[in-house]
């Protein structure tokens, strides 16, 4: 199971995770988040959507998910 990860420009590698959350109107939707370890308590481990797109701020080198 090859999970996405990424090195942003400072040199720290996250991992991507997702999850599954249910609106307040009842809609699920799935967010996604970067974490520093593999593993994490909060989400599941997975591969970059094809619809996104990684982007760093230049500043904090914070990553996010953004629709292509």
Do not use: W
């Not at 991992?15 to 699920?28: D, E, F, I």
């Amino acid at each position: 199971m090859a999970n996405y990860s990424h090195t942003n420009s400072k040199g720290v590698t996250y991992y991507l995770h997702n999850k599954s959350v249910q609106l307040r109107g009842g809609k699920n939707y799935t967010i996604y988040f970067f974490a520093k370890k593999p593993k994490n308590e909060k989400g599941e481990p997975c591969d970059l959507p094809n619809d996104r797109k990684v982007q760093e701020n230049p500043r904090n080198g914070f990553l996010t998910l953004k629709k292509k």
